[in-house]
């Protein structure tokens, strides 16, 4: 995809097949999904029942970067590290491969949180 100044990016797509009767899960990913950008989403709603849950849910972005959150990817962290450490330890390779996405997860979640933060305090500061 190449937008009007010629940049090159990236589309990307989530899918879901639900049955028509199911629709309404949407409104369960609310605190986890961001639906800010709603205006640029595809839906292919052919009985518009999509449609009408899509109007009663939140377009704001999910505060994420709460006490309770920050705690919650804190001890995934800690979790899933010492799992894996545990995996190596009993030479469980393929096993531990497959933790590292999530241990990249959490901690790049982590770091932004703190970047967020020290920018936050900056701001702050010069006022």
């Given amino acids: 995809m190449v937008d009007k100044i010629g940049n090159r990016s ?10 028509v009767s199911q629709t309404g899960i949407v409104k369960s990913w609310v605190s986890f999904v961001s639906f800010e950008y709603h205006e640029k989403m595809i839906l292919v709603d052919k009985d518009k029942k999509l449609a009408k849950v ?6 704001e972005s999910p505060v994420r970067n709460t006490r309770e959150n920050i705690q919650w990817i804190q001890h995934s962290f800690i979790n899933i590290a010492l799992f894996t450490k545990n995996l190596l330890l009993r030479k469980e390779w393929a096993h531990a491969h497959q933790n590292f996405p999530y241990l990249h997860k959490y901690l790049l979640w982590l ?11 900056r701001a702050r500061r010069r006022k």
Avoid at 54 to 59: R, T
Avoid at 111 to 121: D, K, P, V
Wanted: no cysteine; glycine share 8%; net charge positive.
């Fill in 10 to 19: 990236w589309l990307s797509g989530e899918f879901h097949f639900l049955d």
């Fill in 54 to 59: 899509f109007v009663e849910i939140s377009k």
């Fill in 111 to 121: 770091i932004r949180i703190r970047s967020a933060q020290r920018l936050t305090g």
